[in-house]
């Protein structure tokens, strides 16, 4: 779609599109394979599969099958070591807190949109050092159906008054992208994310495609000012 109108409202998905939160993760997978005996994988392995939650990090990391007996037992140990250091190793990606700021400078809200739990996703942001704080965080826990399903994304636009049509919502996954296109939304592809080997942005068809956190925030400081 074209962006014929004001901004009203911008958001964004949480893990590698606002924030970096790969480091935690590939601390984590590395650890659960050395308490199952395994030797050591490239960390970017584990980098590409953060997009598919704790499900495909922990295939990922052990090389086991969902329906392997041990599976869940691995999935939970997993959950409790995120937990205890949640946000220790994660970082804002550059130039966003600046973004933030200027979007409260713009008189633009902000929110955040995640299939990230909120016993995961509130204390994280929580840490992070953005001023003013998202005026929304909404998570599976606050919806029916999580992205690509648009509902949560008009949840956010409801919570912050804002009319979706003039909302911009930025992600690094297809599924975001078709959760704001179904929601109305201009849609921002995050090419920095954490895209599946041989993934491309491009091809999600989203409105527009940042290459870089840097250029994410010069393209949407430009559409507010």
């Known amino acids: ?3 014929n109108t004001s901004i009203e409202c911008v958001l964004f998905d949480l893990d590698g599109t606002l924030i970096d ?3 935690e993760f590939i601390h984590i997978g590395l650890q659960l394979r050395a308490e199952a005996g395994l030797p050591p994988i490239d960390a970017k392995t584990i980098w590409h599969s953060v997009s598919n939650g704790a499900i495909g990090m922990v295939k990922t990391a052990l090389e086991m099958p969902a329906d392997d007996p041990a599976f869940e037992q691995w999935r939970q140990r997993f959950l409790t070591l995120y937990e205890a250091g949640l946000g220790d190793l994660s970082h804002p990606y550059p130039e966003l807190p ?3 700021a200027g979007l409260h400078k ?3 809200a902000w929110g955040v949109v995640t299939n990230k739990l909120s016993r995961f996703a509130l204390p994280l942001m929580n840490k992070m050092p953005f001023d003013p704080a998202a005026g929304a965080v909404v998570t599976p826990d606050h919806v029916n159906q999580p992205k690509p399903d648009p509902e949560s994304i008009l949840l956010a636009c409801e919570q912050l008054s804002c009319d979706p049509t003039e ?3 930025i992600g690094d996954h297809l599924r975001d ?3 704001g296109r179904g929601a109305g939304c201009f849609t921002i ?3 920095y994310g954490y895209l599946a080997p041989g993934e491309t942005a491009a091809s999600w068809q989203a409105d527009a495609v940042a290459e870089n956190s840097g ?3 010069t393209m949407i400081l430009g559409m507010v000012s």
């Open 1 to 3: 779609m074209s962006l």
């Open 21 to 23: 939160t790969a480091p």
């Open 98 to 100: 600046e973004l933030v």
């Open 106 to 108: 713009a008189g633009v």
């Open 167 to 169: 909302t911009l919502f």
């Open 177 to 179: 992208i078709e959760a």
């Open 189 to 191: 592809a995050a090419a």
């Open 215 to 217: 250029e994410l925030a």
